[in-house]
């Protein structure tokens, strides 16, 4: 497939080009890529290389992404492409995110293979996942309108660093959203991600606030890393205040991996004092992942606090609600469940 021209650059004066699709604004030579190696200029233009080529295509249940209030239970097309626009050294997808387009097994697919694909599993829904869906965001427009007509829906699994302008693109056709918010001090995001806190509260605060994409948010637990009690409070009582108390929030466990070989696993003690500590600040939804616990993964009504959706890892073992309302005492949880 020809390479796609791209939707966010400008030229500049020096002849080479600034692409704003991320605020990294990288600017690029002629002949040479960008930071997620995905766009490159070529004769003076940009161009999007990643288009069409999608690499990891699997079927996956939807609380893999995780998503816990989006349709559970179902199953959603999955893939990624090679590249990313951050460098977290802790990268737990890294043999796709830091490889170049030729060194991945990339497939060749259009956006109507891609839609049709998900049309012949049955899967009711598209995940933009893996590496991060923000560096490939004219493939995601392209497949997402045709997916949006065939009423089929469309998650991003995303960092949330996308330019202001870009993301009002990127996101227009997008139904869910999982963002990671990976700490929440800026050390960490400069120190260990090579991007900036503040650009990702800016996307959270837009998602939730000027769409209606439905937010879930991700936090890696990694060891001495951002895993104080004081961090996660500091964290919880910004998505309360910011996002409300109705946004999931999933802390997940860390294994060593990528450029972090040195830090051991998170323990099951650490995500489970961080789910407290959220509940603790008003949080309504807290899960935790990458481990075992029916407790950790099922959804308690948040009236009554009866079980509403019990789960164990990615499985979804029982539903307790009649359309989107606790069984037990009819209050509504929030979420999108068909
Ligand atoms: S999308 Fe890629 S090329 Fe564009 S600014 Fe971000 S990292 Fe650089």
Redesign the pocket.
Known sequence: MDNKLAK??ESQSNGKIL????????T?GEGQ???????ENIDNK?YSIGYGKPTGFAIDPIEKKPLSHFLPGTDVLSFGTA?C?LGCKFCQNWTMSKSKIDDINSLEATPEQVVSHAKKHGTPSIAYTYNDP??FGEYVIDISKIARKENIKNVMVTAG?I?KEARKDVYKYIDAANVDLKAFTETFYHKLTFSHLNDILDTLIWIKNETDVWLEITTLLIPRENDSQEEIKQLSSWVVENLGENVPLHFTAFHPDFKMKDKPRTPISTLTMARNMAIKEGINYCYIGNVHSIEGQTTYCPNCNEPVIIRDWHSVLDVRLSENKCQNCRESVSGIFK
């Open positions: 966010w650059w692409c704003t699709l991320c605020p990294r604004y990288c690029i890529k960008g930071f997620c190696y995905i766009r940009l590249g626009n923000t560096i660093y330019d």
